[in-house]
């Protein structure tokens, strides 16, 4: 059935909606899911570690929990030689990629950050350099591209303008949004882009415009996990997105987007203990393991109960090679570029 519906390459929005709605249909999904992943990947797993810079933003995002007006979070940030230490434990660790996220903070300006790139890319040539910052001038994510970054992460949360509208307060946009993942492209990125399942008001349809944007874009990377709610948020008492319809969505964007980059995310985890290991039967080749200082970890805290916050960066990376290898697959040290990638010129 799975088969007949991706018979042609491009599947309709009747076809798709069917694919999110059958429970019936989920193992015949997920295998083929595994079999055009295993054909482009082998059963090789990119690890990406995790540093997460500060949790100052200037954001208000209904969702999440270190929007600006949340009083309860305990605020900090990174400093450049933290930020150096995680590499130096990382890079010791068989890490290739070092992923720097976090919330938009006005403290990371230009100079600091470029700084920091270009201080990570002198120490470690071989590694990629990921971004994760939020949305910034092209200007801004030029200057980050020339000082050494290779991959932006800016999942575009949804694709429709009315849920956006759900889910953010006024002085953000879904355009800005949409128009910053194409400046990013177009400078060079690997780009990331994605969004969360069951996020409050999320219909079938706007999962479809979600895929049907990813479609336009076609980034590198897609990365997508539960929506969950954080008790200090005004969406404390909203349900959670399943894992379910998780797995569903991972294994309907491995059919489509075959050579993507999809990682098992700690949000998925986070909802069972072996969320991580069944998306990555279900399509995902990522796992992004937390680098942070320890002390900092749990002050990240973006939703409620998130895994692997008492854990040093060692723990974190052998446990997940036990698990990975559980599941099938193998942690591999290689940058992991996408399929195809020619490198940075
Ligand atoms: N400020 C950066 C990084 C955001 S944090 C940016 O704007 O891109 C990374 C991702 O965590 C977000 O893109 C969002 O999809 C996810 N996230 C935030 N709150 C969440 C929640 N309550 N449940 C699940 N995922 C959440």
Same mark, same amino acid.
């Given at each position: 059935?799975?088969?007949?519906?991706? @018979?042609?390459?491009?599947?309709?929005?009747?076809?798709? @909606?069917?694919?999110?709605?059958?429970?019936?249909?989920?193992?015949?999904?997920?295998?083929?899911?595994?079999? *055009?992943?295993?054909?482009?990947?082998?059963?090789?797993?990119?690890?990406?570690?995790?540093?997460?810079?500060?949790?100052?933003?200037?954001?208000?995002?209904?969702?999440?929990?270190?929007?600006?007006?949340?009083?309860?979070?305990?605020?900090?940030?990174?400093?450049? !030689?933290?930020?150096?230490?995680?590499?130096?434990?990382?890079?010791?660790?068989?890490?290739?990629?070092? %992923?720097?996220?976090?919330? !938009?903070?006005? =403290?990371?300006?230009?100079?600091?950050?470029?700084?920091?790139?270009?201080?990570?890319?002198?120490?470690?040539?071989?590694?990629?350099?990921?971004?994760?910052?939020?949305?910034?001038?092209?200007?801004? =994510?030029?200057?980050? =591209?020339?000082?050494?970054?290779?991959?932006?992460?800016?999942?575009?949360?949804?694709?429709?303008?009315?849920? =956006?509208?759900?889910?953010?307060?006024?002085?953000?946009?879904?355009?800005?949004?949409?128009?910053?993942?194409?400046?990013?492209?177009?400078?060079?990125?690997?780009?990331?882009?994605?969004?969360?399942?069951?996020?409050?008001?999320?219909?079938?349809?706007?999962?479809?415009?979600?895929?049907?944007?990813?479609?336009?874009?076609?980034?590198?990377?897609?990365?997508?996990?539960?929506?969950?709610?954080?008790?200090?948020?005004?969406?404390? @008492?909203?349900?959670?997105?399943?894992?379910?319809?998780?797995?569903?969505?991972?294994?309907?964007?491995?059919?489509?987007?075959?050579?993507?980059?999809?990682?098992?995310?700690?949000?998925?985890?986070?909802?069972?203990?072996?969320?991580?290991?069944?998306?990555?039967?279900?399509?995902?080749?990522?796992?992004?393991?937390?680098?942070?200082?320890?002390? %900092?970890?749990?002050?990240?805290?973006?939703?409620?109960?998130?895994?692997?916050?008492?854990?040093?960066?060692?723990?974190?990376?052998?446990?997940?090679?036990?698990? *990975?290898?559980?599941?099938?697959?193998?942690?591999?040290?290689?940058?992991?570029?996408?399929?195809?990638?020619?490198? @940075?010129?």
């Amino acid at each position: 059935m799975v088969d007949k519906l991706f @018979k042609e390459a491009d599947l309709g929005d009747e076809e798709l @909606k069917r694919l999110i709605k059958t429970a019936e249909l989920d193992q015949e999904l997920f295998c083929r899911a595994d079999e *055009v992943r295993r054909r482009n990947y082998g059963t090789d797993v990119y690890i990406r570690g995790l540093i997460e810079l500060t949790n100052y933003c200037k954001n208000d995002c209904y969702y999440c929990g270190i929007r600006r007006s949340n009083r309860q979070a305990d605020r900090y940030r990174l400093t450049k !030689e933290q930020i150096l230490s995680c590499c130096e434990q990382g890079y010791r660790l068989g890490f290739r990629t070092f %992923v720097l996220q976090g919330g !938009e903070d006005g =403290y990371y300006t230009d100079e600091r950050m470029c700084d920091i790139v270009s201080e990570i890319r002198c120490r470690y040539p071989d590694c990629a350099i990921t971004l994760s910052l939020g949305e910034r001038s092209r200007e801004s =994510y030029q200057r980050l =591209y020339d000082a050494g970054a290779d991959r932006y992460l800016l999942r575009h949360e949804t694709a429709d303008e009315e849920h =956006y509208r759900r889910l953010h307060p006024e002085s953000m946009s879904l355009i800005e949004r949409k128009r910053c993942l194409w400046n990013l492209k177009e400078i060079g990125y690997q780009v990331g882009a994605g969004f969360m399942v069951g996020s409050p008001g999320q219909t079938t349809e706007n999962l479809i415009e979600d895929l049907r944007f990813l479609q336009e874009l076609r980034p590198a990377m897609i990365g997508i996990g539960p929506f969950i709610p954080h008790k200090d948020t005004p969406f404390r @008492k909203e349900t959670g997105g399943t894992l379910e319809l998780t797995l569903r969505m991972v294994a309907i964007l491995r059919l489509m987007f075959p050579c993507a980059l999809i990682p098992a995310t700690t949000a998925l985890g986070t909802i069972h203990p072996q969320g991580r290991e069944l998306g990555l039967k279900a399509g995902a080749n990522v796992v992004m393991p937390n680098l942070s200082p320890e002390n %900092v970890r749990k002050l990240y805290e973006l939703y409620d109960n998130k895994i692997c916050t008492g854990e040093e960066a060692a723990e974190c990376r052998s446990c997940l090679e036990n698990r *990975v290898r559980t599941a099938g697959y193998q942690i591999v040290t290689a940058r992991g570029d996408v399929a195809g990638f020619a490198g @940075k010129s």
